[in-house]
């Protein structure tokens, strides 16, 4: 196997991705199956391919992604944002494209945590007059 060409990091909610990125033909492959296989819905699928289409890389490099934590929806985030650091790394000049496509930018959402005396993050225990 050859060494790879640069390692970035994607993370998202509470999903971290490792994406490896090799010269090769286009395989993409997250957790030692083929990211077709990994992410069950056509939706998720297109947004990992979307800096790839943007930058016109997608037959120019294989992905070998190691993600965790979270759910799918997550780790297609974190995924996604790896792989555009990734592709920067290799060639600075995609930065503009991506960034104005917004795929630099980590989505900061995250759970909110519960307070202490509240059934949750924001609710309060039922009223009661009497």
Known sequence: MSKP???ATGRRKTSVARVSILPGSGSITVNGRDFEEYFPTVTLQNQIIVPLA???SRQTYDFKINASGG???GQMGA???GISRALITVNPELRATL???GLLTRDSRAKERKKPG???ARKRFQFSKR
């Open 5 to 7: 060409l640069t390692t």
């Open 54 to 56: 943007l930058t016109n």
């Open 71 to 73: 759910g799918v929806t």
């Open 79 to 81: 995924v996604l944002l």
């Open 99 to 101: 960034k104005k496509a």
């Open 118 to 120: 509240r059934p949750g």
